[in-house]
């Protein structure tokens, strides 16, 4: 899997990727992520990426010249999802997150500033995606989301022990919320760990943590249940 982040801020993307599971995820070939920078094509000759809106209103739109080169100048694979990062996009999920980790290439187009020039979207047709209803002041931390929960989707950048199939949202359990862990110690400031997972029975384990996932998704998220006809 090829990850191709078009950004102004290339810092922000190799920082996050330099450390922890991304890492690892890097370093044994099993996701590759290449930053582009729009400043780097553009045709002004004081690199300027931005100008005012036309008909005014505060703040500066990213022009069209440098960004569209700047997605033209990638090799595409034959299997390729581009997406731009938008508050105004569809709303990204779990669901959405193992649909892309099955692709070959996904190139992310982080904005800053007011936003893009609307030319942008119709030339480009970007899939457009928001990580929720908040304004963030750019795109490398939604793309950031994006990465991160796609690639512990991939086969292998997980450990063996630590699978994403039970994550909260994950497929696995489709839309609920996972049961509580504990570790050692077992007691900590009068605070017990519950005795079912001290005993060593497995089935009764999986069946104390199934009930604790129904019982946490009732607490905070009935909305999940409501949807979720197999529980
Ligand atoms: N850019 C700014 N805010 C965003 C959001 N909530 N989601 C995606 N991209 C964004």
New binding site residues.
């Given amino acids: 899997m090829k990850f191709e982040i078009i950004t102004l801020f290339e810092d922000i993307i190799k920082g996050y990727c330099a450390q922890s599971i991304i890492k690892r995820a890097v370093d044994e070939n099993l996701i590759k992520v290449n930053t582009i920078n729009p400043r780097d094509f553009t045709e002004d000759k004081h690199k300027k990426v931005d100008a005012p809106p036309y008909g005014g209103t505060a703040g500066m739109v990213l022009q069209c010249q440098p960004i569209f080169d700047a997605y033209e100048s990638i090799e595409k694979e034959d299997d390729f999802e581009f997406i731009m990062?938008?508050?105004q996009?569809e709303k990204?999920n779990q669901k959405i997150a193992v649909e892309l980790a099955s692709k070959k290439q996904i190139i992310m187009l982080?904005?800053h500033y007011e936003g893009f020039d609307e030319r942008i979207r119709i030339g480009l047709k970007p899939r457009e995606?928001?990580?929720?209803?908040?304004?963030?002041?750019?795109?490398e931390?939604?793309?950031l989301c994006l990465l991160d929960s796609i690639s512990r989707n991939i086969k292998g950048v997980l450990g063996k022990e630590d699978s994403a199939e039970y994550d909260s949202f994950s497929e696995g359990i489709e839309g609920i919320l996972e049961h509580p862990h504990y570790t050692r110690p077992r007691e900590y400031r009068g605070m017990k760990v519950p005795e079912v997972l001290l005993n060593g029975n497995h089935a009764e384990i999986e069946k104390w943590r199934k009930e604790q996932r129904i019982v946490r998704t009732k607490q905070r998220r009935k909305d999940l249940l409501e949807k979720d006809k197999n529980i």
């Fill in positions: 990062l938008t508050p996009g990204f982080c904005g995606i928001s990580i929720g209803d908040y304004v963030l002041t750019g795109g931390l939604p793309a």
